[in-house]
């Protein structure tokens, strides 16, 4: 089983519409999560950070988190197409020092 | 508050010449990681420093190494170019544990 699965891209929607993305992890000693959002050619830039079950909402971005199930989410609401970019699921393994474990992230795509 | 700065922006070298990046982490974060980014790869994690140690390192070759300084200033060196080597590098720096993670706007490395 790989470390951190995201949902397999690329993901289109129209523009206005919610984006899902999910994101599973291996290491149930994790016990903060990050998601990242990368343009192309550019550096991966933090969006959300959750540390506790349920939800966490910040502007239009939606973070869920289920430690339960090894279950992350991000939801993004009135997708805009600058929304356009790879989103990279990341939780920190306490077990490895705390190293963050980044998925391969998913293509979106938000067509207008 | 200024941000993880690298230097240089933008690389050339060749084949069997070595290289050393440099990162400067936000003021106060005492952790620094180091990636490579290559097409279709995603984010390989290289290693990480924390107050001068190596805490976690990723699965590359001898070739590449690092260090951390005691201003918490990093860098990483690769010897021996290879075609392969020809990637973006990014380092990003974090008050460390469970904290959040930022990225630095890398370095383009390209090896002819």
Redesign the interface.
């Known amino acids: 089983q790989k470390e951190v699965e995201q949902n397999s891209g690329p993901l289109s929607v129209p523009e206005g519409a919610i984006a899902s993305l999910n994101c599973t992890y291996s290491d149930r000693g994790s ?2 999560f ?1 998601w ?1 959002r990368q343009y192309s050619g ?5 969006i959300m ?1 959750i ?1 506790s079950n349920g939800d966490k909402e910040d502007g239009r971005f939606t973070a869920q988190l289920n430690k339960a199930s090894q279950y992350v989410s991000l939801l993004i609401r009135d997708s805009q197409p600058s929304d356009s970019a790879t989103y ?1 699921c ?1 939780p ?1 393994e306490r077990t ?10 998913t293509l979106l795509t938000v067509n207008p | 508050k200024a941000g993880v700065t690298q230097t240089p922006r933008y690389l050339i070298k060749t084949r069997g010449q070595q290289v050393t990046l440099s990162c400067s982490p936000i003021s106060g974060h005492r952790s620094v ?1 180091w990636y490579q980014q290559t097409p279709g790869q ?2 390989q ?1 290289l290693f ?1 420093y ?1 107050s001068e140690t190596q ?2 390192k990723g699965n590359f070759p001898g070739r590449f190494s690092g260090r951390q300084f005691s201003n918490s200033r990093s860098e990483m060196n690769v010897s021996t170019l290879e075609l392969g080597d020809s990637a ?1 590098y ?1 380092c ?1 720096s ?1 008050l ?11 370095t383009r490395l390209t090896v002819l």
């Open positions: 016990q903060s990050f990242y550019k550096s991966p830039e933090l950070s540390y990279l990341a920190r490895r020092n705390y190293k963050l474990t980044f998925g391969k992230g | 990681s995603g984010l994690f990480e924390f805490r976690n973006l990014l990003a974090s460390g544990g469970e904290n959040e993670q930022f990225f630095g706007p890398g």
